[in-house]
């Protein structure tokens, strides 16, 4: 074992401790999205970590940035109520735009002697019908179309279709009803459907109407 002189061990240990490293360190990332860091803060939007060394990396702090404001909630647009002579109108659209439903459930009854429970059964779906007059389109038993009508036409407004046999079951006619007061499906002409409980929706009362409450029936 090499010997040490008095004086430099007495020098050796008069020397201080070097000080712990202390420094900044930052977190970028390019424009390619590489993630780099370095000592030089970030040029770019990305996100900043701050991280300040005290020699042994255990005893590293970090400081996140702070996180970015949340997002303010988006309001929904309120629904537009159609009302008065448009709203008849809107609904004798939508009770026409059904005919096509109409005919396909007649054709697949007349080669099943069934009638379809779901739409897919007679190759149409939703997109199939125009989605700001009709919401929902339900199957029900008997054959029966039930179309639950756009909030704007109203709150839970329906129409029904029910197929009546005639000419001794060999055709059909179709029976409308649906949960309006009866001055709404009245076209000035004739009504064209009748008010009524639709199955599944109870009749709810309508604001004062402003289509024409008094007609000649003499047309």
């Known amino acids: 074992m090499p010997n040490r002189s008095p004086l430099a061990l007495a020098m050796l240990l008069a020397v201080p401790a070097a000080p712990a490293l202390a420094a900044d360190y930052y977190q970028c990332r390019d424009a390619e999205g590489t993630m780099i860091y370095s000592d030089i803060?970030?040029?770019?939007?990305?996100?900043?970590?701050?991280?300040?060394?005290?020699?042994?990396?255990?005893?590293?702090?970090?400081?996140?940035?702070?996180?970015?404001?949340?997002?303010?909630?988006v309001e929904e647009e309120p629904?537009?109520?159609?009302?008065?002579?448009?709203?008849?109108?809107?609904?004798?659209?939508?009770?026409?735009?059904?005919?096509p439903l109409r005919e396909r459930m007649i054709e697949h009854h007349d080669r099943t002697g069934?009638?379809?429970?779901?739409?897919?059964?007679?190759?149409?779906?939703?997109?199939?019908?125009n989605r700001s007059r009709i919401e929902r389109i339900e199957l029900a038993?008997?054959?029966a179309i039930i179309a639950h009508?756009?909030?704007?036409?109203?709150?839970?407004?329906?129409?029904?279709?029910d197929p009546i046999?005639?000419?001794?079951?060999?055709?059909?006619?179709?029976?409308?009803i649906a949960n309006y007061p009866q001055d709404v499906l009245y076209d000035g002409l004739r009504d064209f459907c009748q008010s009524g409980p639709v199955k599944g929706a109870p009749v709810t009362p309508l604001?004062?109407?402003t289509a024409p409450s008094e007609r000649d029936d003499s047309q």
Do not use: H
């Not at 059964?121 to 019908?129: A, C, K, P, T």
């Not at 046999?165 to 409308?176: D, H, I």
């Open 41 to 73: 803060p970030c040029t770019n939007e990305g996100e900043l970590i701050k991280a300040r060394v005290y020699g042994d990396p255990a005893e590293e702090e970090v400081t996140e940035a702070a996180e970015a404001p949340a997002a303010e909630p």
């Open 79 to 99: 629904v537009v109520m159609v009302e008065g002579a448009l709203l008849t109108a809107e609904v004798r659209q939508a009770m026409a735009s059904l005919g």
């Open 114 to 129: 069934l009638w379809p429970e779901a739409l897919a059964e007679i190759d149409l779906d939703m997109d199939s019908f």
């Open 141 to 143: 038993a008997e054959g």
């Open 149 to 161: 009508l756009a909030p704007r036409l109203g709150e839970n407004r329906r129409i029904e279709l």
């Open 165 to 176: 046999p005639a000419m001794g079951g060999t055709q059909f006619e179709w029976r409308c």
């Open 207 to 209: 604001a004062a109407s």
